[in-house]
């Protein structure tokens, strides 16, 4: 078990690691909206230059798009991998104030203090 100063040391780590992660958060999702806004322009774009019928086109637009596509992706598969990380920071703290409460109650008993 640790100590409760090892625990509150843990705990500003995870709130400062977990503020960046809020400010990474923001900087991916413009990123995906910029990729994203650059894939729609980028096939709408190829789509109006294609010519033949209608699933030709837009065939022809997909190939043609298609880096456009997977930089979209590639953004979404960021926003995706930062959300995560802020989820584990979330339970990594709530396992530590768990923690801390279990050490304090500990204490309580040994001094002789109901909680």
Do not use: C, H
Not at 31 to 56: K, R, S, V
């Amino acid at each position: 078990m640790q100590t409760p100063s090892t625990i509150l040391n843990e705990l500003r780590a995870i709130r400062a690691e977990s503020a960046k992660g809020v400010n990474a958060l923001y900087d991916v999702e413009a990123e995906l909206a910029q990729a994203e806004l650059d894939y729609d322009t980028a096939f709408a774009q190829a789509l109006i230059g294609a010519t033949g019928t209608a699933d030709e086109r837009r065939a022809a637009a997909t190939i043609a798009s298609g880096q456009a596509k997977f930089a979209r992706d590639i953004a979404r598969a960021k926003v995706n991998r930062v959300k995560t990380k802020l989820k584990i920071l979330s339970e990594q703290q709530m396992n530590l104030q768990t923690e801390a409460k279990m050490l304090l109650e500990i204490e309580w008993k040994l001094a002789g203090i109901e909680s």
